[in-house]
């Protein structure tokens, strides 16, 4: 199982570099593609994204209430991010603001949650260099 994993990694990545290799060649024509091949490995993530922690629930249901912790953590993090985002109107390129209010307040979530997302991550690679530094 961990030699097919390993080889189907190496086959994505190989044709993830053939299609920006495609670019330069085939020009915008290849763009279709490349968009295609996206979103086919964003639902590969999501699809491995939800599966994987299944599996583990199912193989170690003990350790079910950390995944869940982590999982509460989550949606509380993005229940907060959702109630401090605004649903203003934003002018777009072209002069003619953006009014829907739900795609207004989902992609301020969107961006809030990423704001905190790549501070706790910085946070965490902080602290966990001073404890191994500690070692």
């Given at each position: 199982?961990?030699?097919?994993?390993?080889?189907?990694?190496?086959?994505?990545?190989?044709?993830?570099v053939?299609?920006?290799l495609?670019?330069?060649?085939?020009?915008?024509?290849?763009?279709g593609?490349?968009?295609?091949?996206?979103?086919?490995?964003?639902?590969?993530?999501?699809?491995?994204?939800?599966?994987?922690?299944?599996?583990?629930?199912?193989?170690?249901?003990?350790?079910?209430?950390?995944?869940?912790?982590?999982?509460?953590?989550?949606?509380?993090v993005?229940?907060?991010?959702?109630?401090?985002?605004?649903?203003?109107?934003?002018?777009?390129?072209?002069?003619?603001?953006?009014?829907?209010?739900?795609?207004?307040?989902?992609?301020?979530?969107?961006?809030?949650?990423?704001?905190?997302?790549?501070?706790?991550?910085?946070?965490?690679?902080?602290?966990?260099?001073?404890?191994?530094?500690?070692?």
């Amino acid at each position: 199982m961990k030699k097919a994993l390993s080889i189907l990694k190496y086959v994505l990545l190989a044709i993830s570099v053939c299609s920006v290799l495609l670019l330069p060649i085939m020009g915008e024509s290849s763009v279709g593609f490349m968009l295609t091949w996206m979103y086919i490995l964003l639902g590969l993530t999501v699809a491995v994204t939800i599966i994987l922690p299944i599996i583990n629930l199912v193989k170690n249901p003990k350790g079910a209430l950390s995944t869940f912790v982590g999982l509460a953590i989550v949606v509380i993090v993005l229940a907060i991010c959702y109630m401090v985002s605004s649903a203003t109107p934003v002018p777009n390129s072209g002069g003619d603001p953006f009014t829907d209010p739900l795609q207004l307040k989902l992609s301020d979530t969107g961006l809030y949650a990423t704001y905190v997302a790549l501070a706790a991550a910085i946070i965490i690679s902080i602290f966990g260099e001073i404890k191994n530094s500690f070692k």
